[in-house]
Structures are given as structure tokens and as C-alpha cells.
């Protein structure tokens, strides 16, 4: 693709894209002209990574530099997830409370289209409360929303044969789960639950499992994932 391309796709001006390049941080491009390059599909992601951890994580171009050198030892795997969390993990998320008002700008921000917002709603996939009238989501579920966007732009899709049911169905399995702790630890000490002591040690032991149930299931899939083009390719 042009340059100009480039610039439409990633939204990051020209200059900047050629400053990445004289710095280091984006390699060449192979040139097609004496005034024209082709830029692969390749820099489309590699910008979106470098933009995610100046904008999430404030890194100089000089740390960005040398994360990227080391991820070109890991795994196709590993590099392709990265952008996701520069994307995503943002540390400052963390410490501030980010909600939004209304279904149109719960749309305008995750860009995922109307209708499958009120459909995830109806699966309780996203979730929202009524506050006067208005509609409140969460910052969880502004990450749902663009975390649905991004896996249909990024080919799985109703149209690419991914069937959206399936995040129902997950979202079922957890709220089962969720219930089944609730049932079995909070219930019986039900007294003590309503503590502000208990209260903290829950949000914490919360925040904990949260973190269990995503690397581990992280750490399952790409293992299965592994396996899987093993399989199809020995020599992988």
C-alpha cells in the first residue's frame, strides 16, 4: 500500500510515520520508485503497537525500540497478541473510572454497530444500568464492546463463520460459575459478609480470580492452539 494509506488506516500523520522509520522503530520500506514505497500489512500493526504503548503506557520511542527487537525472537503467536495488549492492558485503567452514558456513545466508542450492542445486551454479554433514564455502561463493558469490534474487523465475525452465540455461552458458563463461589463461600457466612472488611478482601480475592480465570485460560488456548498446527504442520 501507499503511504497515504497508511496514514488513512492508522490515523498517525506521514511525518510521524517517517520519523518512526529514521529512528528505527519501523524498518524500510521497499521501494517501488524513486519517490514511492510499498508499505506491507505488517506496518499497519507494528504502528498500532507502537501507538498503543506511548498512549497506554507513555514509553520513549527508545524502550518501544527494543520491545519490538525482542519480540521478533518469539513466537508468530506471541508477536500477533501483543498489539492486543498494548491496546487493552492499560495500567491507568486500573485507577480511573471509566463509564459511558447512553447506547449512542457506547457505540460511538467501541464502533461496534447498534445492533449487535442491544443483541450482546439481550445475552447479558454487555451489561448496563438504568440511572435516571440512561443508559450507564462499565469500563468492563467498554472493553467487551471493543474487544467484539476488533474480533470482527480482525476476521472472526458472523460473516466469517464465528458464531456470535458462542460469547453467550461463555458469558453463561461464567456467570454459573460466579454464582456456584457465591453459593458456596458467601452464603454460609453470610454475617460476616456484610462487613466492610469482607467487603474488601472480596473485591480483592475478585480482582484475583479474574486474573486466574484469563491467564489460565489464555495459557489453555494457546497451548491447544500449539498443539493444533502441530498437527497440520510437524516441522511448526
Known sequence: MKISELVSRTNVARETIHYYIREGVL???RK???NTADYDEGYVDQIRIIKGLQDNYYLPLS????ILKSQKKKSVLEQSSLWIHSEYSRPIDLLLSEVVAGRDRFVEV???DRHWVEQ???WGVIGS???DGVRIYSRDDVVIGKLISDMGSSGFGPDDGYDPEELRRMVDFFRTVAKDWMMRYIEPTFETAVSEDFTSKG???TEMMSLFFYHAFRRIVRE????FLKNIDPDK
Not at 63 to 66: D, M, S
Not at 224 to 227: I, L, S, T, V
Request: proline residues 4%.
Open 27 to 29: 524498518a524500510k520500506p
Open 32 to 34: 517501488m520508485g524513486k
Open 63 to 66: 524502550v518501544i525500540k527494543k
Open 110 to 112: 467501541t464502533g461496534l
Open 120 to 122: 450482546m445486551e439481550t
Open 129 to 131: 444500568q438504568d440511572r
Open 203 to 205: 473485591g480483592q480475592f
Open 224 to 227: 491447544e492452539f500449539a498443539d
